[in-house]
């Protein structure tokens, strides 16, 4: 897909592996993304340049992406200005969708985002965007298993990571490699701080940080670990800290393994010039 040089998009998101991976497959279309880590940033951002589509997250730890947007509304409204923001988010139930769009979001992305499905978003709010090459599509599957053969082969036997998976989110092997050396030299730090705010018995910040996680492993194809993630986020929000204390020691002995795993890594990066 081409669209105009000059088209500009504004990506929002406090995890920085996916902000990275965004960029790339927007990149990859031939469209110019600025970055912000938080609502306030991306608010900053809104009121110094113009910008044609924003992909707002929607769960962020200082202003989320529902309060976020609200802002941004009244910004554009000083403007004189229609942007079209789009939620991209985890909560892939159809209530919380239409949620989002009852309150004024113009779509919504679900996180791990397709390249197909954010090809189309780009497509639909972009101005004088060019129809999608309609070989894209049928080529996707056969471009992912060549970037399959990029990869080293030790991450084959990596436990627990589907490749195939986390290459579909990433696009290209290099990007891939990027997500994971972010996800594996962060294993040590959240696990410890997600046991922390268990041993505190802070379950408003521990629902976080394994929504955070959750998100992070899905990206990376390590879908079990997400899925565990994912439980015991429910179970935050629900008020459920006894399965919590029950359950999160076996997330994190299953998060930290990915610290050995994925050690190589870690000694490439230190070999590299």
Request: proline share 4%.
């Amino acid at each position: 897909m081409e669209t105009k040089p000059q088209s500009r998009v504004l990506i929002v998101d406090d995890m920085r592996a996916n902000r990275m991976i965004l960029s790339s497959l927007l990149a990859s279309n031939g469209v110019l993304a600025d970055l912000a880590e938080s609502g306030e940033e991306c608010l900053a951002l809104c009121r110094e340049n113009k910008y044609d589509l924003i992909l707002l997250d929607h769960r962020m730890p200082d202003i989320d992406g529902v309060d976020t947007f609200v802002q941004l509304k009244e910004i554009f409204k000083e403007q004189g200005r229609e942007v079209p923001v789009v939620c991209h988010t985890v909560e892939a139930a159809k209530d919380n969708i239409n949620l989002y769009k009852a309150a004024g979001f113009a779509d919504v992305l679900i996180k791990p985002i397709q390249p197909q499905r954010l090809s189309e978003v780009l497509m639909a709010y972009l101005p004088e965007g060019s129809v999608e090459d309609s070989r894209k599509r049928d080529d996707e599957e056969s471009k992912i298993k060549v970037e399959l053969t990029k990869l080293p082969g030790w991450l084959s036997k990596v436990p627990g990571l589907d490749l195939s998976y986390g290459m579909g989110n990433c696009e290209t092997a290099d990007d891939y490699m990027d997500a994971l050396a972010v996800f594996a030299a962060s294993v040590t730090d959240k696990a410890d701080e997600i046991e922390r705010l268990l041993s505190e018995e802070d379950f408003s910040h521990y629902t976080l940080k394994v929504h955070s996680l959750k998100s992070m492993a899905r990206l990376v194809g390590a879908v079990g670990l997400s899925d565990s993630a994912a439980e015991l986020e429910a179970a935050g929000k629900s008020g459920d800290f006894e399965a919590i204390r029950e359950k999160t020691p076996k997330l994190l002995s299953a998060y930290r393994a990915y610290a050995g795993h994925l050690a190589p890594l870690a000694e490439n990066a230190e070999g590299a010039p």
